[in-house]
């Protein structure tokens, strides 16, 4: 399957700063990449899907303009949390594939805001 | 609006033991489902595919069934070892290949 990579995979700052984690596709060219979030103990919610050269498609309750998201080469997305808030703690986890293909998913990236 | 169910939420066992995940789905209407493996602090690894038209699928010690009708599915672990110890993650696609559901997971610590 893909190699997935997502950097940082650990990320400490402090409250009203904000956040980018990229996510790269090391063996694929990826059109569509996904976004998804996983608090302690819950399920993975998918946040948004990012595609190349066109904007992201946020999932319901997901504020557009606090989770900026660029998918500006097929093998890099990023995704940058403004004004970080100790509710926005969270393991983000990227993937690429989808549709009817399998999800590849990377490392994950833990956010604390302190 | 589908929701994927697993239990146990967590299962502590003994080496060598066969064991049984269990996860239940809502709505049949499903493309395929998928059993992952999450370490923790880390991402997933997928283990099974299982198309919506078959049954199971089969990969070393893992055999995972599948019941659409029914909304279940099985991942059966056989002779478990320390190093399954993790979270086992079970996630359906919905028919439109638009979205994949997440259960919450079964959390499985072996003993040696």
């Known amino acids: 399957g893909a190699v997935v990579s997502q950097h940082p995979s650990r990320v400490i700052c402090k409250s009203g700063t904000s956040v980018k984690i990229e996510c790269r596709s090391l063996?694929?060219?990826?059109?569509?990449m996904f976004w998804y979030r996983q608090f302690p103990k819950q399920s993975l919610m998918l946040m948004a899907t990012?595609?190349?050269?066109?904007?992201?498609?946020?999932e319901q309750g997901v504020e557009k303009d606090k989770f900026l998201i660029n998918h500006a080469s097929l093998t890099l997305s990023t995704l940058t949390v403004t004004s970080a808030h100790p509710e926005d703690s969270s393991f983000y986890i990227c993937?690429?594939?989808?549709?009817?293909?399998?999800?590849?998913f990377g490392p994950g990236t833990r956010l604390t805001v302190l | 609006k589908q929701e994927v169910t697993q239990i146990p939420a967590a299962l502590s066992v003994p080496e060598g033991e066969n064991l049984v995940l269990n996860c239940s789905f809502t709505?049949?209407?499903?493309?395929?489902l998928q059993w992952f493996r999450q370490d923790p602090g880390k991402g997933l690894t997928s283990l099974l595919l299982?198309?919506?038209?078959?049954r199971e699928q089969t990969s070393g010690r893992l055999n995972a069934s599948l019941d659409k009708s029914s909304g279940r599915s099985t991942l059966y672990i056989a002779a478990s070892q320390p190093g399954d110890s993790a979270t086992y993650l079970c996630?359906?696609?919905?028919?439109?290949?638009?979205?994949?559901?997440f259960g919450k997971g079964t959390t499985l610590s072996v003993s040696s």
């Open positions: 063996d694929f060219q990826a059109t569509t």
């Open positions: 299982i198309q919506s038209s078959q």
């Open positions: 709505d049949s209407a499903i493309y395929n």
């Open positions: 996630a359906v696609l919905n028919q439109a290949g638009t979205a994949l559901i």
């Open positions: 990012s595609n190349e050269g066109s904007k992201a498609t946020y």
């Open positions: 993937a690429l594939g989808g549709g009817y293909n399998e999800q590849f």
